[in-house]
């Protein structure tokens, strides 16, 4: 896996701590959050809502509620105050919210989201739900790749990780050589993923969220946010707002 | 792997930047830095050095070396102009040196010692050349075992990751169940030790490190830096110095 050779580079950046580490102009950032901010947004442009716009801070949330906006937003699995919904990527696939723009605030995603977006990289949001489109779209995108994992209050994630480890694993072995990663982290990444991917399910046991999940009453997700490729939804920041990127047939 | 059972806990920190998530008073703190520092450190003690004086500024080894104390140190594999000689554990090995106190600086691990010993736990250096006898200390020392990995550059690094997963191996499976782990990290690192035991010297190809010693003319230590137990020694931190417990019979 470690090599030199290949037009554009993959580092994985394991937490949002090391994020200004892994600063690179003009790179394409894939932010991850797999319990559950990022597969909820994925979610949601497959259930056809225009835009999302991700806020960090729950004053920010507050003020959108305010203005007459749908706001989902939690903080630790608890639902804010304010919003209407919590983060559970079910929510976000009622019917009902097909067209609309929702403000999102999440624990750790949309932090990470806000501090990815500071560099003027192209940004966009990957989750095991839509692997295949976000591996295809950084193929395209001839860049060099940096996988920003939202971790948990800092901490490195293993479900994030895992999925930054299929994501190399898919762009190194597809671009045959076009991509390469002399970063330890990517090469760790991918090897979790190697031992992972045969039994997704069975491995994410030994995730700590996954168990804070489950005490929180809140794990009914796992298996949906374990699946892949349910969209080809490919969720991009334009303007401080994530839509969805229209996709060539 | 991940448990909530168990007395007391493992927790993995992956690079400097993330140290401060980790405070825990009381604990036992085992600073790695594979590739040299705490491979170095390790074979001095076990060469009978008295002490050993970890300083993090190069001003602070200028110091030392216009008091006349033996000065180690580098920055990025270059060493220090007032240094005697730089970081290779080879150079710890020289019979001159049993006796002697010396100062030691390099670019990651010293910094780790640094901000590891901050917080009034117990510290001590772990390395593959003295697995065993830092895991029979863990055992005997009936503490939460938190492992800082001093990292590249704040980065995560692959060779201080692997040491870290062979300890948490080592403890969980020796202690049969006294030690618990419900850190994503630690368990990481456990998988990744898994799959590199078998054969590390091929494995540790993959690390970024591995290269760059390479590149320097400085990867002649790479064997011994990968060779387990080849001492009991068990650098302590006391009163700013690191010295070698003595150990029982």
Redesign the interface.
């Known amino acids: ?2 090599s ?1 050779k290949g037009t554009h580079s993959i580092e994985v950046c ?2 949002p ?2 994020w200004p ?1 892994y600063q690179k102009p003009g790179a394409l950032v894939i932010v991850t959050d797999i319990l559950r901010a990022s597969t909820a947004i994925c979610a949601a442009f497959h259930n056809q809502v225009s835009s999302i716009i991700p806020v960090a801070e729950i004053s920010e949330s507050e003020a959108y509620k305010q203005k007459g906006y749908i706001v989902a937003g939690e903080r630790d699995g608890k639902k804010l105050d304010c919003a209407d919904f919590g983060n559970s990527p079910f929510n976000f696939l009622d019917p009902a919210l097909q067209g609309q723009t929702i403000v999102m605030n999440t624990t750790n995603g949309t932090q990470a989201i806000r501090a990815a977006s500071e560099q003027g990289n192209t940004l966009v949001i990957g989750a095991f739900i839509n692997l295949s489109a976000v591996c295809r779209f950084a193929m395209e995108q001839q860049k060099d790749v940096l996988i920003f994992c939202a971790g ?7 479900e994030d ?1 895992l999925f930054a480890g299929a994501v190399v694993e898919h762009l190194v072995v597809a671009s045959k050589g076009e991509f390469h990663t ?4 990517a ?2 990444a991918a ?2 993923w ?2 992972a991917k045969g039994n997704l399910m069975g491995y994410i ?5 996954r ?1 804070r999940l489950k005490k929180m009453g809140l794990d009914d997700v796992l298996e949906f946010c374990l699946t892949q490729d349910f969209t080809s939804a490919l969720p991009v920041l334009e303007d401080g707002k994530l839509v969805n990127l229209p996709q060539e047939k």
Do not use: G, Q, T
């Not at 948990?152 to 293993?158: D, E, L, Q, V, Y």
């Not at 002399?182 to 982290?185: A, F, L, P, V």
């Not at 046991?205 to 969220?209: I, L, M, P």
């Open positions: 896996m470690y030199e394991f937490s701590l090391s580490l948990w209050k800092n901490r490195f994630s293993m990780s002399i970063c330890d982290s090469v760790a090897d979790l190697l031992m046991e030994k995730a700590a969220h168990h």
